[in-house]
């Protein structure tokens, strides 16, 4: 039997058990940017969750991440822009995709005023969580 440190709820499975503090600790991170772009930041974390059910939520590295056995993907909103931080491995096979837009080796940058492209977001995620890729 394991106990959550956040919550203190017991579970017995690794992984088994969906802590809300996490998850309002995600909400509390999207409340914390600018009123404007918080639609944009639940539209990504939705997209995220609907491309990887079941996912757990948490915040890793100061930005809302998701994971199931292993972290698979993160995102995070910045001045001009909202990263989306998938790995390296993903990069490269994603990166024909990224037209128009700045990247390094683990993140690509999506300005504000770019429309959301949510098939490319949810087909990371998925790719990450399917094939365990990521940092």
Same mark, same amino acid.
């Given at each position: 039997?394991k106990t959550?440190k +956040?919550? =203190?709820?017991a579970?017995?499975? @690794?992984?088994?058990?969906v802590? $809300?503090?996490?998850? %309002?600790?995600?909400e509390?991170?999207?409340?914390s940017? %600018? $009123?404007? !772009?918080?639609? /944009?930041?639940? @539209? !990504?974390? $939705? *997209? ?5 059910? =079941?996912a757990? $939520?948490?915040?890793? #590295?100061?930005?809302? *991440? ?6 698979? !993907?993160?995102? &995070?909103?910045f %001045?001009?822009? #909202? ?5 390296p491995?993903? !990069? ?6 990224? @037209?128009?837009? *700045? ?15 949510? +098939? /490319?977001i949810?087909?990371? &995620?998925? #790719?990450?969580? @399917? *094939?365990?890729?990521?940092?």
């Amino acid at each position: 039997m394991k106990t959550c440190k +956040k919550c =203190g709820t017991a579970y017995e499975k @690794e992984k088994g058990h969906v802590c $809300e503090v996490e998850k %309002k600790e995600v909400e509390s991170y999207i409340l914390s940017q %600018k $009123e404007e !772009i918080q639609p /944009l930041l639940r @539209e !990504i974390r $939705e *997209t995220i969750l609907s491309a990887v059910p =079941g996912a757990y $939520e948490k915040i890793s #590295w100061k930005m809302p *991440t998701f994971y199931k056995t292993h972290d698979i !993907i993160h995102f &995070a909103a910045f %001045k001009n822009h #909202w990263g989306l931080y998938p790995g390296p491995v993903a !990069i490269e096979h994603f990166k024909e995709r990224f @037209e128009g837009l *700045t990247y390094s080796k683990g993140a690509v940058q999506f300005p504000y005023d770019r429309p959301l492209d949510k +098939k /490319l977001i949810y087909d990371m &995620a998925r #790719w990450c969580h @399917e *094939t365990g890729n990521h940092h």
